[in-house]
């Protein structure tokens, strides 16, 4: 397959940020503002070439990819052919989970692994100015407390 990788950046917005619209998903990871937010966190790559996609690391070390499209069975597919034996798919909402169960992946739920403080609506539209700070620290507690989210498992060889 061929791809470019290379660290998220702001400039990545142009790109990313009508891709991540289209996606019906609410949760925030789904929303360019939380993958800015996150990019040190979980050292987040932008993925070009023959696929688009986000590879991050989880809270645990595990090294991610990320659909930034919704999903159809062709991309599905392009997403489950990057992956690395290492590697696992994250962050699948369940309305996706048949597009990897059906070829034999498994899934897995951590809580620690997620950044669910606000949807993706809530996120693209805060404006921050007043509470950042204290806002700020509130998602640094809540993410280190109480956080979840799925990620797919490579089927067993």
Known sequence: MDVQEQSLELSHKLLLQPLLQKVA?????????????????HQY???????????????????????????DDIYAEKLAEFLLPDMCLFSIHHDWLHFFT??????????????????????????????????????????????GSASINQPES
Do not use: Q
């Open 25 to 41: 998903i609410p949760i925030s990871e789904y929303s360019f503002a939380n993958l800015y937010l996150f990019r040190s966190v």
């Open 102 to 147: 059906e070829k034999g992946f498994t899934y897995h739920y951590n809580d620690g692994d997620s950044d669910y403080v606000y949807t993706k609506e809530k996120l693209a539209t805060y404006s921050g100015k007043k509470t950042a700070w204290e806002e700020k620290s509130s998602v640094s507690i809540y993410s280190k407390t109480f956080c």
């Open 45 to 71: 790559n932008l993925i070009t070439g023959d696929i688009t996609a986000i590879v991050g690391i989880t809270y645990d070390g595990k090294r991610y990819i990320m659909p930034v499209m919704p999903l």
